[in-house]
């Protein structure tokens, strides 16, 4: 649960601004993003196989 302590006479919209901040970076909706899109582990594999394989050759062009 996100807590956002409030001082006395503080603009809503500051303390608004520091519960989105506080809710961003606790990652939930990224994690929601994530899970919605199911992706089989063979899938994420050939994408990270293919990612590195791409770096390689960036990183062997500037050598």
Known sequence: MI?????????????LKKFKRKFE????????RRRQAFEKPSITNRKQRIHAVYVQKLQEIEE
């Open 3 to 15: 807590i956002v302590p409030i001082k006395e006479g503080e603009n809503i919209e500051k303390a």
């Open 25 to 32: 970076k606790t990652g939930v909706v990224k994690e929601l």
